[in-house]
């Protein structure tokens, strides 16, 4: 997300490397291009040159002229105002009330059925909920059909009514049926309207009015711009939403209306969606967004993933079969499955400082394990817990049952053999210490 607009950014800042000395001429230049590329990026002309001005009065305020990194200094300053842009600090769903009830409203095709699911997901496997699904699109099937299906697959409950063409009716049952089951939370996925169609935005309100929701979220596809922004101003018009959730942030989007949206309607983003499976939800983190946007990877994502995939106790017996050399081809597996979880590759890699500008070219498939795990399915479970019994032979077998060469056998042998000398040496204090004693020293 955001490459093209980090690459014209990181252009911009080029101006002044080289620079015998920082000037409030090549400052401007800078800055110049920084306006460039945010309204390339489809962001409001309003918002940019607003934000170019903030950076450059709070540059020349801070004495950048002076400083004696005064390029890094420019980059925190936009680093920071960035983050202001984008809200400051994340902003969470308020979960106080039981049901907490949750109204999701946007245009038709903004992924808002898709996000209701994964909001449920999320609430359900992250804070601990009970939420309530409730299909409250009276003129699509299809959408009603969609819900339960995204239920099942995530064991949330689903309650719809379509003999019912009432949206408040049907929003009140639901939320009746909540309090009977102990849901707490309920998810209203409302029918997607256009916001010039004066009959479906009175009926939103209406429903707004009638079940007086705790929030009411406003999804909008990223990819539209700035054409996001506008509708989201309608809407807020109409509804005083509590928040916004960006979809599709994973596309070729050129970020627009992650910047713009904020300034505009004065609501906060609370999530965004990073691609097509139930977990590729993110809550918004303007601070991380701008390190994002700047280059600087996202480390503290990465991070919260990988330790929602930590499980201690696995972990502790992993350390003693480390420490005994038993780590084994089902224990490499069972890591491979859980970086699997942690999300799109490419986004992982694009969260690790300076690796993300590396990779940006390079094709990184969600598949890239598929062969590893193909040939690792193919030895006996025998093989698997004791590699040291795979010879020529019965590596002639293994690229056979994998349908992969005896070539790419031999490199993951030798990549598990390395892996597990150097999880052996990092666990062996003592072996550390020596290798760094015996290591060449600068002179």
Request: glycine content about 8%; proline content about 2%.
């Amino acid at each position: 997300m955001f490459e093209n607009l980090s690459d014209k950014i990181e252009r911009a800042f080029k101006l002044l490397k080289g620079q015998g000395k920082i000037s409030e001429v090549n400052i401007s230049e800078t800055l110049k291009e920084i306006r460039k590329a945010l309204l390339d990026a489809d962001v409001n002309y309003k918002v940019a040159k607003t934000f170019t001005d903030t950076v450059k009065q709070k540059a020349l305020g801070q004495n950048v002229l002076n400083s004696i990194s005064p390029g890094q200094l420019l980059i925190k300053i936009t680093r920071d105002e960035l983050a202001e842009l984008m809200g400051g600090k994340n902003k969470e769903l308020e979960l106080i009330s039981n049901p907490t009830i949750v109204l999701m409203s946007g245009l038709q095709g903004s992924g808002k059925t898709t996000f209701s699911g994964k909001l449920a997901n999320y609430l359900k496997n992250k804070r601990g909920k009970k939420p309530l699904l409730v299909a409250c699109d009276i003129y699509r099937p299809a959408a009603i059909d969609q819900l339960h299906v995204l239920g099942e697959q995530i064991g949330v409950e689903v309650f719809s009514d379509r003999e019912n063409k009432d949206a408040v009716s049907i929003s009140k049952k639901a939320i009746e049926q909540a309090k009977l089951n102990g849901n707490t939370v309920v998810i209203i996925d409302t029918a997607g309207r256009l916001a010039v169609d004066e009959q479906m935005m009175a009926e939103i309100a209406a429903v707004k009015n009638a079940i007086k929701p705790d929030e009411i979220l406003f999804v909008v596809d990223a990819m539209t711009g700035q054409d996001a922004v506008n509708t989201a101003k309608t809407f807020n018009d109409r509804l005083d939403f509590g928040g916004v959730v960006l979809t599709k942030l994973d596309g070729d989007t050129r970020g627009g209306a992650a910047l713009s949206i904020r300034s505009v309607v004065n609501k906060p983003i609370k999530f965004i969606g990073t691609g097509e499976k139930m977990e590729a939800i993110d809550v918004f983190h303007p601070d991380r967004m701008a390190d994002r946007i700047l280059g600087m990877g996202d480390v503290v994502t990465l991070v919260e993933r990988a330790q929602e995939q930590f499980n201690e106790e696995e972990a502790r017996k992993l350390q003693k079969k480390i420490a005994k050399n038993q780590f084994s081809f089902d224990d490499f597996l069972s890591q491979l499955q859980q970086i699997k979880k942690m999300g799109n590759m490419k986004d992982l890699v694009s969260m690790i400082p300076g690796v993300g500008k590396a990779m940006k070219d390079v094709e990184i498939n969600d598949d890239a394990f598929k062969h590893i795990e193909a040939i690792i399915h193919s030895m006996t479970p025998k093989e698997r817990q004791n590699p040291d019994l795979i010879n020529g032979s019965r590596k002639q077998r293994i690229a056979s049952g994998s349908g992969r060469n005896i070539q790419e056998v031999n490199k993951l042998m030798k990549q598990f053999e390395d892996t597990r000398k150097m999880m052996r040496m990092m666990g062996n204090k003592d072996q550390m210490m020596k290798m760094m004693r015996n290591m060449p020293r600068q002179r």
